[in-house]
C-alpha cells in the first residue's frame, strides 16, 4: 500500500510540472490501476479463503465429534466385557478351589477318580490362566482407548477454541463495520438526499458521491459543498486509525473532450478525481497517508448499464471504501 501512494505521489507531481500527459503517464496511470484491482482481488480473496476456513474447521469438528463420541461407544463396550470376563474368572477360580477341596478329599480313594479329577484340574488351570492373559491384553487395550480418546478430547477442544475465536474476530469485525456504517450515516446524514449514499457490502462501507456533489463537468477540483462532507470523512478517519481507504473515480461512457490540457480521456479523469478527493481527506485530518489508496476505474464499472442521462449520470461518481483493518484476524489463520 505504501509503495502505492508514493506511486501516485509522482504521478500527481509529474501531472503538475507538464501540460500535456506523455505516453509514459498514460502507462503510468495504466499500471497503478492494474495494481489497485490487484489488491482489491487480493482483499476478496482473502475474505473467501476465511470463510472457506471456517467451513473446514466446523466439518473438522463434526468429524472429530463422531470418532469422539465412537471411541466412547467402544470404551464401554470394553469396560462391559472385561466385568464380564473378570466375572467368569471369578466363578473358574472357584470352581478350581472346589476341585482343589475334592481332590485333597479323594487322595485315598479311587486312583482313576483321582486321575480324572486331576485331569480337570489342570484344564481349568489352563483355562484359567489363559483367561487371565485376554483380561491383561483387554486392559492393555483399554487404557491405549482410553489415551487416545483423552487425545482426541484434547484435539476438539483446541478445534472449538480456534473456531470460537475466529468466529469472535468475524463478529467484531461485522460490529466495526456496522458501527463504522452507522458513524458515517450519523456524520453525512445531511447529504444523503444530495447525491450521496452510503452502504455495506463485502465487510467494508461504501461512500457513493454522485458528480454533482462534488466536481463540475470534466473538472477534478473539488466543489467546496462537496469538501464540506469530505472533511466530515476526515474527522472519521483521524479518529478511528484501524480503518483502510480505498477512492475510487468513476466516470461514464462518454468520451471525453479536450483539445490540451493533463486529461486526455475518462481514465485519466476518474484518477484525478480519486487523487483529488485523496488530497481534501488529508488535509482536513491527521492521516496516516498509507492507510489511504487512489485508483480511477473509467467508465469500466458502471451501476447502471442503459445508455440514458439518468444511467450516466449514476455512474459519475466517486467511492470512498472504508474497510476495518483485520490483522488479528490474518494472524490467527497463519497460526493454522
Same mark, same amino acid.
Given at each position: 500500500?505504501?509503495?502505492?501512494?508514493?506511486? $501516485?505521489?509522482? +504521478?500527481?507531481?509529474?501531472?503538475?510540472?507538464? @501540460?500535456? !500527459?506523455? /505516453? /509514459?503517464? =498514460?502507462?503510468?496511470?495504466?499500471?497503478?490501476?492494474?495494481?489497485?484491482? *490487484?489488491? &482489491?482481488?487480493?482483499?476478496? @480473496?482473502?475474505? $473467501?479463503s476465511t470463510s472457506n476456513k471456517l467451513t473446514e474447521a466446523s466439518s473438522e469438528l463434526e468429524r472429530l465429534k463422531k470418532q469422539h463420541e465412537n471411541l466412547k461407544r467402544d470404551t464401554l463396550l470394553l469396560g462391559k466385557n472385561?466385568?464380564?470376563?473378570?466375572?467368569? $474368572?471369578?466363578k473358574l477360580q472357584e470352581s478350581y478351589d472346589d476341585? &482343589?477341596?475334592?481332590?485333597?478329599?479323594?487322595?485315598?480313594?479311587?486312583? *482313576?477318580? !483321582? @486321575?480324572?479329577?486331576?485331569?480337570?484340574?489342570?484344564?481349568?488351570?489352563?483355562?484359567?490362566?489363559? %483367561?487371565?492373559d485376554e483380561l491383561k491384553m483387554m486392559e492393555t487395550e483399554m487404557h491405549n482407548r482410553l489415551i487416545e480418546l483423552t487425545e482426541k478430547e484434547k484435539l476438539i477442544e483446541d478445534k472449538e477454541a480456534k473456531i470460537s475465536e475466529l468466529q469472535r474476530i468475524l463478529d467484531n469485525k461485522d460490529f466495526a463495520v456496522n458501527e463504522l456504517k452507522d458513524k458515517v450515516l450519523k456524520a453525512?446524514?445531511? =447529504? /444523503?438526499?444530495?447525491g450521496l449514499n452510503v452502504y455495506e457490502?463485502?465487510?467494508?462501507? =461504501?461512500?457513493?458521491?454522485?458528480?454533482?456533489?462534488l466536481f463540475k463537468t470534466g473538472s477534478y477540483e473539488v466543489d467546496p459543498r462537496g469538501e464540506v462532507a469530505l472533511k466530515e470523512i476526515s474527522i472519521i478517519l483521524e479518529q478511528d486509525s484501524d480503518i483502510n481507504v480505498m477512492i475510487e473515480g468513476h466516470t461514464d461512457n462518454v468520451p471525453y473532450r479536450a483539445s490540451s490540457g493533463q486529461i486526455r480521456d475518462n481514465w485519466d479523469l476518474s484518477v484525478l478525481r480519486a487523487t483529488?478527493?485523496?488530497? +481534501?481527506?488529508?488535509?482536513?485530518?491527521?492521516?496516516?497517508? @498509507? %492507510? $489511504?489508496?487512489?485508483?480511477?476505474?473509467?467508465? =469500466?464499472?458502471?451501476?447502471?448499464?442503459?445508455?440514458?442521462?439518468?444511467?450516466?449520470?449514476?455512474? %459519475?461518481?466517486?467511492?470512498?471504501?472504508?474497510?476495518?483493518?483485520?490483522?488479528?484476524l490474518f494472524k490467527l489463520l497463519e497460526s493454522n
Open positions: 500500500m505504501k509503495h502505492i501512494t508514493k506511486f $501516485l505521489a509522482l +504521478i500527481i507531481v509529474a501531472a503538475t510540472l507538464f @501540460s500535456c !500527459v506523455s /505516453q /509514459q503517464k =498514460y502507462l503510468e496511470s495504466e499500471n497503478l490501476r492494474k495494481s489497485c484491482e *490487484s489488491e &482489491l482481488n487480493l482483499l476478496k @480473496s482473502d475474505f $473467501l472385561f466385568r464380564t470376563q473378570s466375572m467368569n $474368572l471369578q476341585l &482343589l477341596k475334592s481332590t485333597e478329599s479323594l487322595m485315598a480313594g479311587n486312583k *482313576s477318580e !483321582v @486321575s480324572a479329577i486331576l485331569d480337570n484340574l489342570n484344564k481349568l488351570k489352563a483355562d484359567l490362566l489363559r %483367561r487371565e453525512l446524514q445531511v =447529504y /444523503q438526499d444530495n457490502k463485502n465487510g467494508k462501507v =461504501y461512500v457513493s458521491m454522485d458528480e454533482k456533489l483529488s478527493v485523496l488530497k +481534501i481527506i488529508l488535509k482536513h485530518g491527521d492521516i496516516e497517508p @498509507s %492507510r $489511504l489508496t487512489a485508483s480511477g476505474r473509467g467508465e =469500466y464499472i458502471p451501476i447502471d448499464g442503459d445508455n440514458t442521462p439518468e444511467a450516466r449520470a449514476k455512474n %459519475r461518481r466517486t467511492e470512498i471504501i472504508l474497510t476495518p483493518k483485520m490483522d488479528e
